[in-house]
């Protein structure tokens, strides 16, 4: 299922033929940094694929398969998690290296948080980012996030940040 699109990008359902490009966007260090902050082993990776991507999402919330239009090529995943009892989703984005620095992280926000506001109906949206990932977190204040909680995970010295981007600030941001 084709789930959204942009100039650039295609966001759909993981297919088979995306597990080779999935396993090298994980085992990928650099990647993976401020995202758990280990490479995944090939063999993680790939039971991680088969096991919660494959065939997935299939409609609304998950991370949607990435497609680099031009490319026809899978290039990461992007998508908001579904939200909890109350009325808000968190936005995730990965992106294999070769494709950091051209805006698309930018583009695909962009794409979900609108489709947040407008299909979707909600009244926020969320993200968490460790900190230090200044890319990503430059990409929510681009948008009008605002810092609102962090936590630290204990035994490992690494700081979770939560932002958020309530429906009010972003109609106000699109009427500027
Ligand atoms: C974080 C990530 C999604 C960014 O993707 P991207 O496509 O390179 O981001 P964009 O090109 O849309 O832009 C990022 C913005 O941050 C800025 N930026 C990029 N790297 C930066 C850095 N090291 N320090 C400060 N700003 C930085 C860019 O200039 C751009 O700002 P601008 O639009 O005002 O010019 C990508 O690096 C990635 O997939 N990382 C691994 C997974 C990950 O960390 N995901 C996020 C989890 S919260």
Redesign the pocket.
């Known amino acids: 299922m084709i789930f959204l699109e942009t100039e650039r990008l295609l966001f759909r359902s993981h297919e088979s033929g995306d597990e080779a490009d999935f396993v090298s966007m994980h085992t990928d260090a650099e990647?993976r940094r401020?995202?758990g902050g280990q490479a995944w082993p090939v063999e993680k990776a790939q039971s991680r694929f088969r096991e919660q991507y494959l065939g997935r999402p299939e409609e609304t919330y998950g991370l949607w398969a990435t497609v680099f239009k031009e490319a026809g090529k899978y290039i990461?995943c992007c998508g908001l998690r579904a939200p909890g009892e109350e009325l808000g989703a968190s936005l995730?984005?990965?992106?294999a290296r070769p494709?950091?620095?051209?805006?698309?992280?930018?583009?695909a926000s962009r794409a979900f948080i609108n489709a947040a506001f407008t299909r979707l109906g909600l009244d926020r949206v969320e993200?968490?980012?460790?900190k230090g990932?200044?890319?990503?977190e430059?990409?929510l204040h681009?948008f009008g996030f605002k810092y609102v909680r962090r936590e630290e995970i204990r035994g490992r010295g690494r700081i979770i940040n939560f932002y958020e981007l309530a429906r009010g600030e972003w109609q106000r941001r699109r009427g500027a």
């Open positions: 990647v401020y995202v990461g995730g984005y990965y992106f494709y950091w620095g051209r805006g698309l992280a930018t583009e993200a968490d980012v460790e990932n200044t890319a990503s430059h990409i681009n």
